[in-house]
C-alpha cells in the first residue's frame, strides 16, 4: 500500500514526517530517512490496529510526479 507522507525539519532540527491520510500518524528522527523508517512502522502498527478493531482501511493512493521546466 501506498501513503502519502509529508516530511518538515522542525525547528530544532529534527525531521517530523505525518501520513495524511491517516489521523495522528506522526514520527519523527535525526535525518530525513530516519524519518521515513519511523513513520513507515507508525504506519504499520496504525493499520494493524485499524483492523484488529474492525475500521476500515483508507484505500492506498495513486498519483504521479509530473515536472516541469519553467
Known amino acids: ?5 509529508i516530511v518538515e525539519e522542525d525547528e530544532d532540527g529534527a ?3 505525518v501520513c495524511t ?3 495522528g ?5 535525526t535525518t530525513r530517512e530516519d524519518a521515513l523508517a ?3 512502522d507508525a504506519i504499520k502498527g496504525y493499520l494493524a ?8 482501511v483508507p484505500p492506498s493512493i495513486r498519483e504521479e510526479i ?3 521546466h519553467a
Not at 500500500?1 to 507522507?5: E, G, I, N, P, T
Not at 500518524?25 to 528522527?29: E, F, M, N, W
Open 1 to 5: 500500500m501506498k501513503f502519502r507522507v
Open 15 to 17: 525531521y517530523v514526517a
Open 21 to 23: 491520510s491517516l489521523p
Open 25 to 29: 500518524c506522526v514520527s519523527q528522527g
Open 38 to 40: 519511523n513513520v513507515k
Open 49 to 56: 490496529s485499524l483492523k484488529k478493531h474492525g475500521e476500515p
Open 66 to 68: 509530473v515536472e516541469v
